[in-house]
């Protein structure tokens, strides 16, 4: 076989960027065999650039497609006619997606209706829960009919697969692609300098300073399944906790969505050990998760980046599609009661067993190379065809 293979990457949202950079430079150190075409939909735009700056990744196509407000019916609008045009004039070999947002889904589907193969990163995630998250667990549930690869990260994401009727030939376990990403990112910040920075970047910009005298709480939150009495009552949860630990600080980069903000400031906004800031770029972002004692957030990626730093994670969700965390011991399922919260989290802040038994537990996500064994596997599905 002579001709090169040509690879598009197509991703939307900065927890899609940060899981497929990593396969973007593994697929650009193949060169002599793949042609890697970049294309970004900007699904989310200021938080996707961000990523692409500091893993320096130009995409080849930008569809810009993000809009105020946007409605997911009119998204999937803009974004299907969109991926038809640029898959109709790159004709690519294979299109990989990943996970679970519209991007994903619309690009499978756009791929499908041409007849190009469909090869879909962090395959097999489930919560039996179709409207949570939402529109996640459908977006990954149709996703996975239409792929013809398919990459689960564990061996729990790859057994909802086979449970569901696709094949073990067409399944290849790989670990997540975002502990690539993040040690990638992690190995950046042991230089002085790096550290340095940031340091400053946190002390200037927000007055936030890490020592071991005053232990950190990283919160973060944004679904839609918690929006209304969900966020009261975990707003609620951190203004007892930080009341009754004044050591402690919290920091939560607050989601920029009205439904976010408006109960976060409303209830913890003149709370002094409570620091409310914007949403953080990945580099500082990373930081913050190396610097804290414990992480409280309904984040997917926080369930998969902390556990791999030794971060205890408090799931505020009802349910999850990460379990491996749950049964490795390095997340806790706690919902959004404001009683349930509220003494899990002091257990970790007080009891020095409870908090050493998660934080030793051993991630279940992955070592790094999910990258590397993507482009392997794929590459050797090409040579085999190739020889037919």
């Excluded at 619309?106 to 791929?111: I, Q, S």
Aim: aromatic share 8%; proline share 5%; hydrophobic share 40%.
């Amino acid at each position: 076989m002579t001709d090169k293979k040509k690879v598009m990457v197509v991703f939307g949202t900065r927890p899609e960027a940060l899981k497929m950079v990593p396969l973007v430079k593994a697929f650009q150190r193949e060169a002599s065999f793949f042609e890697t075409f970049v294309c970004v939909t900007a699904q989310h735009r200021e938080m996707l650039d961000q990523v692409l700056s500091l893993f320096d990744v130009s995409p080849h196509c930008d569809l810009d497609v993000m809009t105020a407000n946007q409605s997911l019916s009119g998204l999937t609008a803009r974004l299907l006619p969109g991926l038809t045009q640029v898959m109709e004039k790159e004709l690519p070999d294979v299109v990989f997606v990943q996970g679970d947002t519209t991007t994903t889904f619309v690009a499978a589907l756009a791929a499908f209706y041409l007849k190009i193969p469909v090869a879909h990163i962090e395959a097999g995630l489930r919560t039996a829960d179709k409207y949570s998250p939402f529109p996640e667990e459908i977006n990954r549930r149709i996703t996975s009919v239409l792929a013809d690869y398919h990459y689960p990260p564990t061996d729990v994401a790859a057994a909802n697969l086979i449970r569901e009727g696709i094949s073990e030939k067409v399944i290849c376990k790989t670990g997540n692609t975002v502990i690539d990403a993040l040690k990638w990112v992690i190995e950046k910040q042991k230089d002085k300098l790096v550290k340095n920075r940031l340091e400053s970047f946190f002390k200037t910009q927000f007055n936030i300073s890490f020592s071991d005298k005053v232990r950190t709480v990283l919160v973060t939150g944004h679904r839609r399944e918690n929006f209304g009495q969900g966020f009261d009552q975990i707003c609620q949860a951190i203004s007892d906790i930080a009341g009754n630990n004044e050591n402690v600080q919290f920091v939560y980069p607050v989601h920029l969505n009205p439904n976010v903000q408006k109960p976060v400031y409303s209830i913890l906004g003149d709370i002094d050990n409570v620091f409310l800031i914007p949403p953080l770029d990945y580099e500082p972002f990373s930081f913050l998760m190396k610097q804290c004692y414990l992480v409280m957030s309904d984040s997917g990626g926080i369930q998969e980046e902390a556990p791999f730093l030794g971060k205890p994670v408090l799931v505020l969700r009802n349910t999850t599609e990460r379990p491996e965390g749950i049964r490795a011991g390095t997340a806790k399922l706690v919902g959004t009661n404001a009683g349930k919260i509220r003494d899990e989290a002091e257990k970790l802040l007080n009891d020095k067993n409870a908090y050493r038994t998660m934080a030793q537990a051993v991630s279940p996500y992955g070592d790094g190379l999910a990258g590397k064994r993507i482009v392997a596997h794929i590459k050797s599905v090409f040579t085999r065809e190739g020889r037919k």
